[in-house]
């Protein structure tokens, strides 16, 4: 049995078949992409992803704020080109010998990695007295009192460029002292360092 087609009004009537294929095509189409979307949504994606991380990935990367703290092991740049890196924070330090201390106080000991982060150009000074830990009670202490000495303790020095070394600060803090923090303080710019794991 054939499909008639027949004209009328000048136009042209499609066959009932062509038009079942089609509907058919448009229906499995459309149930594609409706599944296509729930199970993204349910696995916790989204169809939209591959293109906003492709637009993510073009964006520039936030400039590091200079005036926060500088958690504990992570780097921080100065103006100056010299990194500092708290490598390490010994709290309380034992001292050996004839060092008396008061039953309210201890040592403790930072150590520091001081980088000139600079190809050319003149020696990085740095000297102990830019070094000062304060605590959350807001007391402040000098760096290296002078009943302690260490090999590695740093004293006054320069840094070459591109050259970097590691040394040591001694801090003589009050015991029940909390949320200590290293200032580095050069001309009118204080970095700080946090000491403790936030």
Request: hydrophobic residues 40%; contains cysteine; aromatic residues 6%.
């Amino acid at each position: 049995m054939g499909v008639t087609v027949t004209h009328q009004r000048g136009g042209r009537r499609l066959p009932t078949a062509t038009i079942a294929i089609v509907a058919g095509g448009a229906l499995i189409l459309c149930s594609a992409c409706v599944g296509l979307f729930v199970g993204f949504t349910f696995a916790g994606g989204s169809v939209l992803a591959p293109l906003t991380s492709a637009f993510a990935s073009a964006t520039s990367t936030p400039t590091p704020d200079k005036n926060a703290p500088v958690p504990l092991r992570s780097k921080g740049l100065l103006d100056s080109g010299l990194e500092i890196t708290v490598i390490n924070v010994q709290r309380p330090l034992k001292v050996e010998g004839n060092v008396k201390l008061l039953p309210n106080e201890q040592f403790i000991l930072v150590t520091v990695r001081l980088v000139n982060t600079k190809k050319t150009g003149t020696p990085i000074p740095v000297n102990a007295t830019e070094f000062r830990v304060k605590g959350g009670g807001g007391l402040t202490y000098e760096a290296n009192p002078k009943a302690v000495t260490i090999p590695q303790m740093i004293t006054q020095t320069t840094i070459a460029p591109s050259k970097d070394m590691e040394g040591e600060l001694i801090f003589q803090i009050a015991s029940d002292d909390w949320d200590l923090k290293l200032n580095y303080i050069s001309g009118k710019t204080t970095r700080v360092f946090l000491l403790e794991k936030q």
